[in-house]
């Protein structure tokens, strides 16, 4: 199954799903005659969450869930008749409204694949077309890229701290609403869990589902012996026991008197569950419980407020645990819940007229914004990542040796010729080769380091953004969540040792291409002249 | 609108979205005959969230949508009958899926109405009925009350840091997932937020939405000045000019000449809003820059990761700002993402049998359960609360001088003679009065010192706990968000001053009953045994 339910429930009313003043801005600018001006849009996050090297590009499938046909129902368009502006006069026009009706989002976008490591002023995904229609998409694409991205990134780095141990994700109960709770058991197993215990994800996107049994079954009996027995009567083929209830030592051996009697009927206890108290003492307890017992097979799954350092912590003490199941702090992305993912404006242009390439600037320049068309590539040596140099495809392709994969592909809006007086006006549209261009400029700069710049190292290039949708048409089939899974996986195990410690994890290199880095200061210096004028 | 299209659209698979250990507890239950026994659970959290002295209730209008009708579908159940055990085996036999199919949730619930005050240990809901269907029910309770609950308060306390002036909310683009952030909008509404910038939840909720522009569009022209205009062009009725894309001070002046513009067309410029920076000393100068055009009406609204604390400095330091824009640390709860909610079984009988009362034990003695059938009995003085008092609805009401409003209703469920040799058995329960019981008891604990019992003060007395549904019939109609945030500020208005505290609040007293208390020190005791024996 490829079709996402949610999607389809949540379509007919989705084009609202966004911020007002998307809605107010595409009214003036239709009133200013810039609506349908074309338009480039990124969405970078600046900064890497949870202390850590890098994120795991996540969403990208739910994109193209919620935009695929996307439109104003009549109902919507109703409900914006009837909004007012605070001295009570129409806040929209019916003509504008009518505007609405005929909007189709027929706009391009390009984006990451999901299980894709990604680090700041990377564009997740880059969005062009009509200026209205990518004004109004801002709202949902960071809605989803930001807490999917997040929660990816999080599940990842707790996958690192297991050592290749499964992970379960029960963080259901904990999440910001049902769909948030569907969006973080998609993105936790896309970056690397084993399963959910959410079973309405597990439908919808094909994740193994996972869960036994809580307190409230042993509550249920006078006796916690009672409770095990019944248990792996009802369920011999799927038996884990929450032995915590009561006292934790007590409840491991009477679960283990539970899987002696199981294996006399041909049957295995899969594992017991600890659920609180100092992990590492009482797993070690209850291995040797388990082993006098006869029960090597059986495992000890964990639980209880875990995230990536205390896994990581209980690994270093050596608690034999073999499963870890991971909830609110995984669902909720506890230690930094928001990833501050930003949409910038980088390039405008009129019908049939020249790109205008914009910034927004700051004191701090690493904050300010990068203009152009952008793509980003990955210079990669025996596929282990060298560094990733952002360019403008509004320039030629920067000469590295190779781009086997996702060339940008067509630029259906690109087009126009050079106009020499226009702010920020550059050479048209070079269709990107999969070649490197012979005598194409070769030179990178890092923005942490501007003084210095580098050749772009030789290695195997990639451009990572991808063609989605062209025009408002799907153009890409997003993979399975098991196989963006099996992308993170692979990828987390090429990424740098260092870029993927849990602290103080080392700075992966980003590069601008020395003439998008140029651009940049031509803009920034422009608008402080502007700022200070 | 009363119909929350969101549930519709939800309702279809709205049974899955559950934990998987709950549907294999049921299955338990099931073949261990125990599916149809009588249940009562509590969904209470245990500790405050923000360091701080209150809860607000909110999330039950979304547990009324969800709840009524819901049914598993055949497409739900085909996905169950193809889960499988780690051998390899079906997980569910064909005949419980019979019995889901079956199973049409004809639970009881009673739950504070949105908008109540509420402490640790005291139910949002109290959940009643066949233990299968409780038991299904746990996860997406917990889902929406959890996270509904925790962004009301987190908005009660921005309300309160604010001082009455107007927060708006803008957090839906780092809101988990859509429907996250559509549940977050209503729930800051709820706790006292003025507007939401998130159009869906305006249209679903009836909730005021709110917005103007964005940095993007300043971006789209050369000069800032030529934004403004064009923007006050566009938009004379609700014209917010962002400030800060170049240089913020310089914004002002611009902004203020384009106001100055506007009043001789016969407009006003609403508002500046300041969106980085040194809030307290900018909105000084923007205050003087805007008063030296004689825009005296022209407000103040700022933004930029602002939070109760921040917002608490920043009118300590007089700061002329009027209204305030609170997003991703509203709509996330970000310095403490998730509430601890948990939902406990607390009696259980048989078809014609007696009540087992229940409780799970913990080292930390406020940590282990209150068993019983639990309701919520507040004391006010002249409006204010004093105390609340948990009492069990299998004792007897306790003694205090009025009750009168949402007495606990009939106990449809509730039944059976006393059988003495049943553990925790008690007498079968007493209906509730509007008038208090003669000679009922009238002490009560504190469960942080438990030594001393006290008499039950006088005063006015409710009991908050009101009937939601009966045997899965809606029987209860949650009012508006709009009639549940006037309910939140005016029992903010009279919380006493020390509970609303943002950090270091005091303790509001909250009691159990004695013969409560010393039931469930009966079971603990029993437990320890069983623990230790």
């Known amino acids: 199954m490829t079709a996402h339910r949610l999607a389809q429930l949540y379509r007919d009313s989705l084009a609202l799903a966004t911020d007002l003043y998307q809605l107010t801005m595409a009214c003036a600018y239709w009133k200013a005659g810039l609506a349908e001006h074309e338009a480039v849009f990124h969405l970078v996050f600046r900064k890497l969450p949870f202390g850590g090297g890098f994120c795991v590009a996540c969403g990208l499938a739910t994109v193209c869930d919620l935009l695929g046909g996307l439109r104003f129902s009549q109902d919507d368009l109703s409900y914006l008749a009837g909004l007012t502006?605070?001295?009570?006069?129409?806040?929209f026009e019916p003509e504008f409204l009518d505007y609405l009706r005929r909007l189709e989002f027929a706009v391009d976008v390009d984006g990451l694949p999901e299980g894709t490591p990604v680090f700041p002023q990377e564009p997740l995904v880059r969005v062009q077309g009509p200026l209205a229609a990518c004004q109004i998409l801002e709202t949902p694409l960071l809605t989803i890229l930001n807490f999917q991205t997040l929660v990816a990134t999080k599940a990842a780095r707790t996958w690192l701290a297991a050592e290749g141990q499964p992970i379960l994700e029960f963080g259901l109960r904990r999440a910001q609403g049902l769909d948030g709770g569907v969006s973080a058991s998609r993105a936790a197993y896309v970056g690397g869990c084993a399963a959910t215990s959410n079973v309405l994800?597990?439908?919808?996107?094909?994740?193994?589902?996972?869960?036994?049994h809580a307190h409230s079954w042993v509550m249920c009996f006078d006796e916690e012996q009672e409770a095990f027995q019944t248990y792996a009567a009802a369920m011999p083929h799927n038996c884990v026991?929450?032995?915590?209830?009561?006292?934790t030592l007590r409840g491991v051996q009477r679960a283990a008197d539970v899987g002696t009697q199981l294996e006399t009927r041909g049957y295995r206890l899969s594992a017991i569950r600890l659920d609180s108290g100092d992990l590492a003492t009482l797993s070690r307890a209850a291995r040797r419980i388990l082993d006098d017992a006869g029960l090597q097979a059986t495992q000890i799954l964990a639980s209880g407020d875990l995230d990536e350092h205390l896994i990581a912590e209980l690994k270093r003490r050596g608690a034999p645990i073999d499963t870890w199941g991971v909830g609110t702090r995984l669902a909720t992305a506890y230690d930094q819940p928001a990833l501050g993912g930003v949409y910038k404006l980088a390039a405008l242009r009129a019908p049939g007229g020249v790109w205008q390439q914009r910034v927004k600037i700051s004191d701090d320049p690493v904050k300010s914004t990068i203009p152009g068309i952008q793509q980003v590539r990955r210079i990669r040596r025996g596929g282990i990542p060298l560094c990733d140099v952002l360019w403008?495809?509004?320039?030629?392709?920067?000469?590295?040796?190779?781009?086997?994969?996702?060339?940008?592909?067509?630029?259906?809006?690109?087009?126009?010729?050079?106009?020499?007086?226009?702010?920020?006006?550059?050479?048209?549209?070079?269709a990107p080769r999969s070649q490197p261009e012979?005598?194409?400029p070769a030179a990178m700069v890092d923005l942490h380091n501007p003084q210095q710049p580098l050749p772009v190292p030789p290695g195997e290039a990639q451009d990572l953004l991808v063609p989605v949708f062209r025009r408002g048409n799907l153009v890409y089939e997003p993979p399975p969540a098991r196989v963006a899974r099996q992308q993170t996986l692979r990828e987390l195990e090429r990424l740098p040792a260092g870029v993927?410690?849990?602290?103080?994890?080392?700075?992966?290199?980003v590069y601008l291409d020395q003439r998008l880095y140029e651009l940049r200061e031509r803009l920034r210096r422009m608008h402080q002249g502007e700022g200070s004028a």
Not at 500 to 509: F, G, I
């Open 500 to 509: 993927k410690q849990l602290a103080n994890a080392e700075r992966y290199p």
């Open 241 to 247: 026991l929450l032995v915590d209830t009561y006292d």
């Open 392 to 430: 403008n495809t509004l320039d030629a392709p920067p000469a590295t040796s190779d781009v086997p994969h996702a060339a940008p592909g067509r630029q259906p809006h690109a087009a126009a010729g050079l106009q020499p007086h226009a702010v920020g006006a550059v050479a048209p549209h070079a």
């Open 438 to 440: 012979a005598g194409g």
């Open 85 to 91: 502006a605070p001295d009570g006069s129409r806040l």
């Open 201 to 212: 994800a597990g439908k919808l996107f094909d994740i193994p589902v996972r869960g036994t």
